[in-house]
């Protein structure tokens, strides 16, 4: 794995990196956008950037870096550091688990034996997930989480309401999983408040240098590198690298920890983050999914990245 010293001796050639595997997959054009939601039908398909910020500030970007898009499942990285903010560890873990499935990210499925939903990064554990979170009454619920974006991310952002309404009015999967979890008392009879507050907080307008910073956040034990605030108390950092690292890519998990090797999450949005501890965070936005729910370009971006700079955890073979 690549150490600091490595990274400060590539750095001047490192936002080349990132225009070469721009230029090289930007013609790359398998897979479809996401359109069980009816607004992310819309999103144009040629869209496409990557990012890279580092624990010490630095900032590498490429493409349209500057793009708005919805953060989409990506959110559910961030609402899990929230509710064990909340609740602390042991009580998360008597709603929600953190096996792998091997199902699809929307699968209406619950542990036979527990009832809880399998983990943080599938729909039906997030819309436990987000059950949990504190507030006095849905406004409060809301504010919360959107101050928690702030405190990731650096500055103040909003619900884009025409993809909240979309994502409500055809969520009716998420909420026949709601009803499941509802039966075996996994979250609390208040069903239509929590998915609310589920399908905004996915709703959120970032681009892709914001998933960027708030990657680098977790991998600089929860301190923003460009605020420097404390976005997230760094006690439960191995929590929530420990999910994404086996849950965080769907039924994709395994391939991308044997192939890339870094905490990661991805979204429908077409957003990919991924984590390397102690480094840096690495954002990429290309719409263009695959059959799993996966960003196509993004995920052959990361892959290249981590062979190029040494990012797998377990590779042994440099420094």
Same mark, same amino acid.
């Given at each position: 794995m690549?150490n600091?010293e490595?990274l400060?001796?590539a @750095?001047?050639?490192?936002?080349?990196?990132?225009k070469?595997l721009?230029s090289?997959?930007k013609?790359?054009e398998?897979?479809?956008?996401?359109n069980?939601? #009816?607004?992310?039908?819309k999103?144009?398909?040629?869209?496409?950037?990557i990012?890279?910020?580092t /624990?010490d500030?630095?900032?590498? $970007?490429? %493409?349209?870096?500057q793009?708005l898009?919805?953060?989409?499942?990506?959110s559910? /990285?961030?609402v899990?550091?929230q509710?064990l903010?909340d609740?602390?560890r042991?009580y998360?873990?008597?709603? =929600?688990?953190?096996?792998?499935?091997g199902e699809?990210?929307?699968?209406i499925?619950?542990?036979?034996q527990s009832?809880r939903?399998?983990n #943080?990064? /599938?729909?039906?554990?997030?819309?436990?997930?987000t059950?949990?979170?504190?507030?006095a009454g849905?406004t409060?619920r809301?504010?919360?989480?959107l101050?928690?974006?702030? &405190?990731y991310?650096? &500055?103040? =952002?909003? /619900?884009?309401?025409?993809v909240f309404?979309?994502?409500?009015s055809?969520?009716?999967?998420?909420?026949a999983?709601?009803?499941?979890?509802?039966n075996?008392?996994?979250i609390?009879?208040?069903?239509?408040? @929590?998915?609310?507050?589920?399908?905004?907080?996915c @709703?959120?307008?970032?681009?892709? &240098?914001?998933?960027a =910073?708030? *990657?680098?956040?977790? *991998?600089?034990?929860?301190?923003?590198?460009?605020?420097?605030e404390? *976005? =997230?108390d760094?006690r439960?950092?191995k929590d929530?690298l420990?999910v994404?690292?086996t849950c965080?890519?769907y039924?994709?998990?395994g391939?991308?920890?044997?192939?890339?090797?870094?905490?990661a999450?991805?979204?429908?949005?077409g957003g990919?983050?991924?984590v390397v #501890?102690?480094?840096?965070?690495? %954002?990429?936005?290309? #719409?263009l999914?695959d059959?799993r729910g996966?960003s196509? &370009?993004?995920v052959k971006v990361?892959e $290249?990245l981590?062979?190029?700079? %040494?990012?797998?955890?377990?590779d042994?073979?440099k420094?």
């Open positions: 690549a600091s490595d400060e001796i @750095s001047l050639p490192f936002l080349e990196v990132l070469d721009h090289h997959y013609s790359l398998a897979g479809t956008v996401a069980y939601i #009816p607004e992310l039908a999103v144009n398909p040629d869209l496409f950037s990012c890279i910020a /624990v500030g630095q900032i590498y $970007e490429v %493409g349209d870096y793009q898009f919805t953060i989409q499942s990506i559910k /990285v961030f899990y550091g509710a903010e609740h602390g042991d998360v873990l008597t709603r =929600v688990g953190v096996e792998p499935t699809a990210f929307n699968a499925i619950l542990d036979e009832k939903p399998y #943080p990064m /599938v729909n039906a554990g997030a819309i436990a997930i059950s949990l979170i504190k507030g849905s409060d809301l504010n919360r989480l101050d928690m974006y702030r &405190r991310i650096g &500055r103040d =952002v909003f /619900v884009d309401i025409s309404t979309s994502e409500r055809t969520g009716h999967r998420n909420r999983t709601a009803h499941l979890m509802l075996f008392g996994m609390d009879q208040n069903i239509e408040e @929590s998915l609310d507050l589920y399908f905004k907080q @709703s959120v307008m970032v681009n892709c &240098r914001d998933l =910073v708030m *990657a680098a956040t977790l *991998a600089n034990k929860g301190i923003n590198p460009i605020t420097k404390k *976005a =997230v760094n439960y950092i929530i420990s994404m690292y965080g890519m039924n994709f998990a391939e991308w920890a044997y192939n890339v090797g870094i905490p999450k991805s979204g429908v949005c990919i983050i991924a #501890p102690g480094q840096m965070g690495i %954002g990429v936005f290309s #719409p999914l059959v996966n196509v &370009r993004g990361c $290249e981590s062979q190029r700079l %040494g990012l797998h955890l377990f042994c073979s420094g």
